[in-house]
């Protein structure tokens, strides 16, 4: 299950690969080729730049990119 905090706008490239459990918070975007693992919490204003890899149980805090 992918969950959008809200219905908030965001970016998810159609390419992503997004594990299980995972909340993108308003208006970030994932960039194409992104593997995102399993409980992943990605906080609003947030950039997934092309080609990364975020594993496991992480928390990305809000404004990163």
């Known amino acids: ?4 905090a ?7 490239d159609s390419t992503a690969k997004i594990g299980q459990n ?7 975007i994932v960039l ?6 399993n409980d992943v919490s990605i906080g609003s204003r947030t950039e997934i730049g092309r080609g990364s890899t975020i594993g496991n149980r992480t928390r990305i805090s809000s404004g990163v990119f």
């Open 6 to 12: 809200n219905n908030a706008f965001n970016f998810v």
């Open 1 to 4: 299950m992918h969950q959008f």
């Open 32 to 37: 194409a080729d992104v593997v995102i693992g």
């Open 22 to 28: 995972v909340t993108i918070w308003h208006f970030s």
